[in-house]
């Protein structure tokens, strides 16, 4: 059943994906792997239950670093720092070497406007995980805001790089053109970018 529950969740089919797994939690309650799908599920509909599915799937499996993780990210998604700073804190110091305890971390230092700290963290998970451009692009994204010259140009230079990744390029190029207004660059610079934002498939009504 909770395969059963996988499989409609991985094909877009949410609502035999619930059906699944609260059968399986009707059986079996404290199924972590039927209460993961859950919270997935609530994730996605901002449902606030997640939290409650996350936390119990975390103190079934205490060992889990991916489980404490989801359940520092379900936090900060809906805004509970202090909940997510809780989660963070189970993570051993083995699991301190994984990119995503410093991405966590990181995004927790940004809703605690430690830019400082998000930096630091940011860095690492690049530095621990180079590949994930997602963690590329939120390390960018903040060195933008920063007054070091330096930095500011780093974070730049990995954006327009980032521009020629499908997945990051939409991202990347709202950064570029609102750092372009704060920065006061040139109107075609910005109309450029602009269009290259608009003809972009993921772009947004408010892109337009």
Known sequence: MVRRALVALQHGDD????????????????????????????EKTNNRAALDFRHKVADLEPHSVEDALAWARSALQFNEPAIAEQALSRIDEEGHNEAGYHAAAAALAQVRKDDGKANREWQLAVQLDPSETTYQL???????RSTNQ???????ETLMKLRNDPKQRAAATRA?????????IGTQDLLSLARDLQSYQDSTIADR
């Open 15 to 42: 609502a035999s994906a619930s059906l699944a797994a609260r059968s399986v939690l009707q059986i079996k309650s404290n199924s972590a792997p039927a209460m993961r799908i859950m919270a997935q599920l609530a």
């Open 138 to 144: 939120q390390l960018a994204t903040l060195q933008l």
């Open 150 to 156: 330096d930095e500011h140009a780093s974070g730049k």
């Open 176 to 184: 570029l053109i609102s750092d372009g207004v704060t920065q006061h």
